[in-house]
T-cell receptor, first 109, second 115 residues
Framework: GQNIDQPTEMTATEGAIVQINCTYQ??????LFWYQQHAGEAPTFLSY??LDGLEEKGRFSSFLSRSKGYSYLLLKELQMKDSASYLC??????????WGAGTKLIIKP | ETGVTQTPRHLVMGMTNKKSLKCEQH?????MYWYKQSAKKPLELMFV???????ENNSVPSRFSPECPNSSHLFLHLHTLQPEDSALYLC??????????????FGPGTRLTVL
C-alpha cells in the first residue's frame, strides 16, 4: 500500500534549527511536497522536490533521496510564527497526492 | 479576490439536514479537489475534477455528492450525515499539464459539525 510517515510532534527553540523527516512508499513517484498549515488555516505550499538533493529557499530547505524514499524539511533561525503543522505529501504515478498526518512543530522562546 | 475561497467557513447541521459547501477558485486552474481533514489524520482525498470531469471518488459514502458546474466552481452537497463526518473540509485547485508540477492551492476550509 501507499504510506507516508512523519513524526507527530516536535519542539524546538526560537533561533535554532529543526529537521522534520518524512519517509514515503508510493506506487510510482512524481515528486514530494511540503506544506505548512497554521491552526485553523489552509495548508500553504512550501517546496517541491522531484530530483535528489537539497533545495534551499530562504530559511527553509527541503531534501530528497528517491532511492531511500526519504525527505526532510529543514527550518533555520526559527521564529515563533513557524509554529504550525508541516505536511509531507508524495505524488504517485497517477499524479495524486498521498499525504502524511502532519508534524506539529512547537516553537518555544 | 483571493485565490481559493470557501463558504461557509463554519457549519453546524443535524443528521437529517441537507446543506452544500461551495468552493471558488480565481487562479485559472483546471483541476479542483475536495479533501476531508480530521484531527491527527492525513488529508483524505474525496473527489477530483479535472477539466470539469470527475476522475476520482475514493469510495466516498453517497451522502456526499460533488458538483462541478465549471472550472472555477465546486460544490459538495451533504445529506443525512453522521457525527463521524464532522471535520474540516478543504477545497483545493491546481493547474495540470505539461511543464507544471500540479501544486495544489487550498481554500481556508469549512469546519463542519454534525449533531
Amino acid at each position: 500500500g501507499q504510506n507516508i510517515d512523519q513524526p507527530t510532534e516536535m519542539t524546538a527553540t526560537e533561533g535554532a534549527i529543526v529537521q522534520i523527516n518524512c519517509t514515503y512508499q508510493t506506487s510510482g513517484f512524481n515528486g514530494l511536497f511540503w506544506y505548512q498549515q497554521h491552526a485553523g488555516e489552509a495548508p500553504t505550499f512550501l517546496s517541491y522536490n522531484v530530483l535528489d538533493g537539497l533545495e534551499e529557499k530562504g530559511r527553509f530547505s527541503s531534501f530528497l533521496s528517491r532511492s531511500k524514499g526519504y525527505s526532510y524539511l529543514l527550518l533555520k533561525e526559527l521564529q515563533m510564527k513557524d509554529s504550525a503543522s508541516y505536511l509531507c505529501a508524495a505524488m504517485d504515478s497517477n499524479y495524486q497526492l498521498i499525504w502524511g498526518a502532519g508534524t506539529k512543530l512547537i516553537i518555544k522562546p | 479576490e483571493t485565490g481559493v475561497t470557501q463558504t461557509p467557513r463554519h457549519l453546524v447541521m443535524g443528521m437529517t439536514n441537507k446543506k452544500s459547501l461551495k468552493c471558488e477558485q480565481h487562479l485559472g486552474h483546471n483541476a479542483m479537489y475536495w479533501y476531508k481533514q480530521s484531527a491527527k489524520k492525513p488529508l483524505e482525498l474525496m473527489f477530483v475534477y479535472s477539466l470539469e470531469e470527475r476522475v476520482e471518488n475514493n469510495s466516498v459514502p453517497s451522502r456526499f455528492s460533488p458538483e462541478c458546474p465549471n472550472s472555477s466552481h465546486l460544490f459538495l452537497h451533504l445529506h443525512t450525515l453522521q457525527p463521524e463526518d464532522s471535520a474540516l473540509y478543504l477545497c483545493a485547485s491546481s493547474l495540470e499539464g505539461e511543464g507544471t508540477y500540479n501544486e495544489q492551492f487550498f481554500g481556508p476550509g469549512t469546519r463542519l459539525t454534525v449533531l
